[in-house]
């Protein structure tokens, strides 16, 4: 679905956008003028954001929350009728070892609820909006990991492997809809999420440049960086590239 990128186009929902992938999102579709509404947990993050970036639209939203998820669709959908892209992106990530004998004492599904769970209700909640809009776009920020599973995060790849499964069949629902679905499954990115791990990583400008210009062609998945030879090596060593990944 093609866009001239250079002149207002309605309004952008990002989920997640005082950091990160989620930031350089807002960052690049307020630079091509845009109306930018974005969400996150921190107040203050949030109020730095609206600082950095003036004429964003900025909300306190917990997409592990069903109920804090229908409240912000409620709110920006009165404001905003003309939302014309949804960027799933807001995450977690954690490290999770199933061997070690605390593990009951954490929350075990909050990568559930927080990757897959709020994706789906913020989707369902926007695509009356961005149906009555169209021609709109959706963007589903996934990951490798969704195709190749880490050993050290197995829940969130668990996370991951279910979005990307909602993509297609999302997809194939609207299809004839003139609401098209990008998926992007980046490599390691140099976000606060995986600063500890040492990796060559690009930075979320590079994933979220890559990202609007694939969803603006109607692309169907983007894999930016390293990653683009993750469907490649599945399909002609995929024994390879799990032991490779597993490693990792």
């Known amino acids: 679905m093609r866009h001239d990128q250079h002149s207002p186009k309605g309004t952008a929902v990002v989920t997640g956008g005082s950091s990160g992938i989620g930031r350089a999102f807002v960052a690049s579709l ?24 003036a004429g964003i639209h900025t909300y306190q939203c917990d997409v592990s929350d069903k109920a804090s998820v229908a409240a912000f669709v409620a709110q920006v959908s009165s404001a905003f009728p003309d939302v014309k892209l949804l960027v799933n992106n807001a995450g977690a990530l954690r490290e999770l070892d199933f061997t070690q004998p605390d593990l009951l004492l954490q929350d075990l599904t909050r990568e559930l609820r927080a990757n897959l769970e709020g994706a789906i209700h913020m989707t369902a909640g926007f695509l009356p909006v961005l149906l009555a809009a169209a021609p709109a776009n959706i963007i589903m920020v996934s990951s490798g990991f969704g195709l190749l599973p880490a050993t050290r995060a197995p829940v969130y ?10 993509t297609k069949a999302l997809r194939r629902q609207l299809e004839g809809r003139s609401v098209a ?33 694939a969803a603006w062609r109607g692309q169907a998945e983007v894999y930016p960086g390293m990653a683009r030879w993750l469907p490649w ?10 032991r490779m990944v597993a490693k990792g």
């Open 157 to 166: 790849s668990a996370s991951k492997a279910g979005l990307r499964s909602f």
């Open 233 to 242: 090596m599945m399909r002609l060593a995929p024994r390879l590239i799990e």
């Open 30 to 53: 307020h630079r091509r003028g845009w109306r930018v509404v974005t969400c996150g947990r921190d107040a203050d993050k949030l109020h730095q954001l609206a600082q950095a970036f």
């Open 181 to 213: 679905i990008t998926d992007v499954a980046p490599p390691s990115v140099d976000t606060p999420a995986t600063a500890h791990y040492q990796a060559n990583k690009l930075s979320p400008e590079q994933v979220a440049e890559l990202t609007l210009a």
